[in-house]
């Protein structure tokens, strides 16, 4: 990806998250609860496939140990399985990072008695504060399956449909659940994004990805 195409995501992204915070992010919660959509278990699912992303990544990544070590042989599997592994904690640790940083309010109340727009009209960011109360922004969940998906996607690109339906399908639950604002999501994609792209473009750059056969990049 070029240097202008990068500066356009990211400032199409600045944009988007400043647009939704004032014109949309209250509305789309305030419709979910509205609708009660919280009393479909499919979307309690959909919201939390990110979680059994990461469990497929770990056993990924024991698989692809224990077979290298038999094999003693690199195999595109395992470099994807290393690799997804890689983004999703770096981009763990950047947003983690990021929800100290901006200290963002939830869209409704569920972690201890913590003040929402849906409970209590509590709404908006509040820089450099900890705790599970300033944590909506950007969305880990978002963050997790763009890390994770881009990586799987740019490794399979006949997978990349799946790819795109998993993270829609995120989104839908983590907004019909109004666990995040739309913005949440938009900062947790972009973070994913960036991370998931990154990993991959440092791999071939300076390991042995680069050495593969093409058959496995």
Not at 49 to 72: D, F, M
Not at 130 to 153: D, E, K, N, R
Not at 194 to 215: Q, S, W
């Amino acid at each position: 990806m070029s240097l202008k195409k990068f500066l356009f995501i990211s400032i199409s992204t600045f944009i988007a998250i400043i647009l939704c915070y004032f014109y949309l992010d209250r509305a789309v919660t305030e419709y979910a609860a509205e609708l009660n959509l919280r009393q479909y278990q499919l979307l309690d699912f959909f919201s939390s496939i990110p979680v059994y992303v990461i469990y497929l990544s770990a056993v990924a990544c024991v698989s692809a140990i224990a077979r290298l070590i038999y094999k003693r042989k690199l195999e595109k599997w395992m470099v994807c399985s290393f690799l997804v592994a890689i983004s999703l904690y770096v981009s763990s640790l950047a947003k983690n990072l990021l929800k100290f940083v901006f200290g963002r309010y939830w869209p409704a109340t569920w972690k201890e008695g913590n003040p929402s727009w849906i409970n209590n009209q509590e709404y908006g960011f509040h820089p450099f504060h900890s705790g599970v109360w300033y944590q909506s922004f950007p969305s880990g969940h978002a963050t997790a399956i763009f890390a994770s998906m881009i990586v799987l996607a740019l490794f399979y690109p006949r997978l990349r449909i799946l790819s795109v339906l998993l993270i829609a399908l995120t989104c839908i639950g983590q907004l019909g659940m109004y666990y995040h604002f739309v913005s949440d999501l938009i900062g947790g994609a972009y973070l994913g994004f960036v991370f998931g792209m990154g990993v991959v473009v440092i791999a071939r750059r300076f390991t042995v990805l680069e050495k593969l056969p093409n058959r496995a990049v």
